[in-house]
């Protein structure tokens, strides 16, 4: 009668570390499939926020929230632009937050309380200086003037952006004022227009000056 052969010590240990390299590649791979995920389903809520925007600018002498009839500013800051588009249901809560948020703190607004960095995924214009910046937080059509887009998530961004809760390389949207997207794997945009059109590489996160694009996730 023929006995079936088992495996050997050494055939185990082989299909072990076979087992243990395949499944290290595939933890490999997990952050950045999320990175994927997170911003092919962030697009239809960071368009909605700058739609709601527009909509806004509508009744606000074409001014987004935060600038008054006469493009003065009555609030700079993130949290209070996005709180009047909250409260003027301009948008809900649930699009402040991306739908694969990885960070638990980041929390839907539930109306109570102040509206903080902590209940939103995005990075919006900075208008607290003057410039071409601030003439763009308006609904200027602009195809060139980035006003929103997923927060800074890399950890080359500097300390004025403002941008917590973030880990990684950056990889993620950018809207402009024309209401178009684009889907970026870098921070740095090849070319903006805020009042110059020489303006080239832009870092999204990085203020060089008044005149170029610079998105914060809090403050002003």
């Known amino acids: 009668m023929h006995r079936q052969r088992g495996f050997t010590f050494t055939e185990m240990l082989a299909l ?8 290290a590649i595939a933890l490999a791979m997990l952050p950045r499939q999320r990175r994927v995920t997170r911003n092919i389903s962030s697009k239809p809520q960071i368009t909605g926020i700058v739609q709601g925007c527009i909509l806004y600018a509508q009744g606000n002498g074409e001014h987004y929230p935060g600038l008054d009839l006469d493009g ?30 990885q960070d638990p703190a980041i929390q839907k607004w539930l109306g ?9 995924s995005y990075a919006i214009l900075q208008i607290s200086t003057t410039g071409a910046r601030r003439t ?14 997923d927060r800074n998530t ?3 961004a500097s300390a ?8 990684g390389k950056w990889i ?49």
Not at 16 to 23: F, G, N, P, R, S
Not at 112 to 120: C, L, M, Q, R, V
Not at 177 to 182: G, Q, T
């Open 16 to 23: 072990t570390a076979c087992l243990a390299v395949i499944i």
């Open 172 to 220: 993620g949207h950018v809207v402009y004022n024309d209401m178009h997207f684009e889907f970026n794997k870098r921070h740095v945009l090849r070319k903006t227009q805020y009042g110059s059109v020489i303006n080239q590489n832009d870092n999204l996160f990085d203020a060089a000056g008044a005149d170029d694009a610079y998105m914060i996730h809090s403050g002003q």
């Open 72 to 101: 003065k500013i009555t609030d700079a800051s993130v949290e209070g632009r996005m709180k009047i588009l909250l409260d003027g249901n301009y948008f809900t809560p649930e699009y402040a937050v991306s739908p694969s948020e």
């Open 136 to 149: 763009e937080w308006a609904a200027t059509v602009n195809k060139l003037a980035a006003v929103a887009s």
């Open 154 to 156: 890399g950890s080359d």
């Open 160 to 167: 004025g952006a403002r941008s917590i809760h973030h880990t």
């Open 112 to 120: 109570s309380g102040p509206f903080t960095a902590n209940h939103h």
